[in-house]
């Protein structure tokens, strides 16, 4: 196996995907990365890029084929980029449904620019940010919280498979950037009503009482990357103590309306997940050399749970012909574990009823 350290900022790395992209036919408006740049963690967090396309390509299938492609060249340039790039895009969206603010405002809160126009991005993050406070909000940061608490977080989950230097260091990264952290991000966002712009900025700018001693601890490990540090299951039992603070400050459930597009941005905003999925399905089961899928495999069935519950959501929400596209999509996500198989499985039967992805995946796009 091939140790490496990586020298590329992230700045390099979103230039050099780019190019990949371009070169693979893939044009886009806009990437972004999910997090602000102070969420960037050097050496290792790996970059999550959102794409915006000026209009849906005429097939989203060989558009994820073309995606694919490029990112597995972007891995194969670095042995680092099999961490770094750890999978591809994450969503897919259109400037259309951004304008019209089809897409999660939570969601579009975070990012920060790769390519693209600042302004325009400027734009649709503050519209984003100021819209009045909904249930889809509660639902997207209890999310977060629902999947890391009551001992849900798991170390042994974070897998150390493509990370080939300071292991220690990548484990406490893991610690403090996969679960205190968003955990204090979700938390913050619930108590403020407010849509944070990112986990640094959760715990520089939200620690009220006893959390303030607590943030500045967890900022600073993003600060240090020192041998010296604590083993990675003392800071475990640290951020425990930390999780369960910031559980005491975050309100309890509350009931509120669905905002007036909330179908358009669910629909939407599952659409963009579900754009990815193939390419996703394809790199993972054709990795590079040296570079380990089995645990993003495995992560899959997370994702698609996500999109099968909004869509059974919508299904109640929507009738005629979008009811049936709903119903149909749906049955497309079969629930249970995935795994190497079920996802060739998912491939084939994606490519047999691909007018119903096509027409899902493009629906509202225009």
Not at 31 to 58: C, E, F, M, N, Y
Not at 222 to 250: F, G, I, K, M, Y
């Amino acid at each position: 196996m091939t140790t490496v350290r990586s020298t590329t900022s992230y700045t390099r790395l979103g230039a050099i995907y780019a190019e990949q992209l371009a070169t693979q036919g893939v044009t886009a408006s806009m990437l972004t990365h999910k997090w602000q740049a102070g969420d960037l963690i050097a050496p290792h967090s790996d970059i999550d890029i959102r794409v915006i396309l000026d209009q849906a390509p005429g097939s989203w299938w060989e558009w994820n084929e073309q995606l694919a492609a490029a990112h597995h060249r972007a891995v194969l340039l670095d042995p680092a980029h099999s961490r770094l790039l750890e999978h591809p895009p994450g969503f897919a969206f259109t400037v259309g449904e951004l304008d019209r603010n089809q897409v999660s405002p939570a969601e579009i809160s975070t990012w920060s620019l790769v390519t693209g126009d600042a302004a325009i991005l400027g734009r649709w993050q503050s519209r984003a940010r100021t819209m009045p406070w909904s249930r889809a909000d509660e639902r997207f940061y209890r999310g977060i919280l629902d999947a890391r608490i009551g001992g849900r977080y798991e170390l042994d989950k974070d897998s150390t498979d493509n990370v080939h230097h300071d292991l220690d260091g990548y484990r406490r990264h893991c610690v403090a950037w996969h679960y205190v952290a968003p955990c204090w991000f979700a938390s913050a966002a619930l108590a403020t009503r407010t849509r944070c712009p990112g986990k640094t900025a959760a715990l520089d700018q939200w620690h009220p009482g006893e959390l303030e001693v607590l943030a500045k601890e967890f900022l600073r490990l993003s600060a240090t990357c020192s041998d010296t540090e604590s083993p990675p299951a003392d800071l475990l039992h640290s951020a425990h103590v930390a999780v369960d603070a910031v559980l005491r400050r975050t309100p309890r459930p509350r009931s509120l309306p669905e905002a007036s597009e909330a179908e358009a941005a669910a629909w939407t905003t599952t659409a963009g997940m579900l754009r990815v999925r193939v390419a996703r399905w394809i790199y993972y089961l054709d990795p590079p050399p040296e570079t380990v899928t089995g645990y993003l495999i495995a992560r899959e069935e997370k994702e698609l749970r996500s999109a099968r519950n909004t869509l059974t959501r919508l299904a109640d929400r929507t009738s005629g012909d979008d009811a049936l596209l709903v119903k149909a999509m749906t049955e497309l996500l079969p629930p249970g574990p995935t795994t190497a198989s079920t996802l060739h499985d998912l491939l084939a039967l994606w490519s047999r009823h691909r007018s119903v992805v096509e027409d899902f995946l493009s629906a509202n796009s225009a």
